[in-house]
């Protein structure tokens, strides 16, 4: 799987794809484009076909119009995307990400019980 190489324009298709589990070419191009003209579903089709092509979603050629799903989660996705950009920024320190996420203005109440949460599954308190 390529997910380092996953354009912006991709991801806008594995979005709508994480968001319904699976979907047509057309179903895509409903989501993303205003009006849905020829030119904008075939650049939906090649698109998901290079998706298709670095591994990342799944056709099922059993009905006329294919169906498409994806392969990676989006955990799995931010996971390696946050790696990556920890390698590139922190010397793989993940310590200094999460500070700043963490550290951002106005993180809601519920997210904040969220992300204690996690860290008390993750590493619970003896």
């Not at 594995?14 to 650049?43: C, F, H, N």
């Amino acid at each position: 799987m390529k997910l380092d190489q996953i354009t912006n324009t991709e991801l806008s298709i594995l979005q709508v794809l994480w968001r319904r589990g699976e979907a047509t070419s057309k179903d895509i191009a409903d989501v993303l484009y205003e009006e849905v003209t020829a030119p904008k579903l075939a650049s939906s089709q090649k698109l998901v076909e290079r998706l298709e092509a670095k591994g990342c979603v799944q056709r099922d050629r059993s009905q006329r119009a294919h169906r498409y799903r994806p392969l990676v989660s989006q955990e799995e996705y931010l996971r390696n995307r946050l790696k990556s950009l920890a390698d590139r920024l922190c010397d793989g320190a993940i310590t200094p990400l999460v500070t700043a996420l963490l550290r951002t203005k106005g993180l809601p109440r519920k997210q904040r019980e969220e992300l204690r949460k996690v860290i008390d599954d993750l590493w619970p308190s003896k």
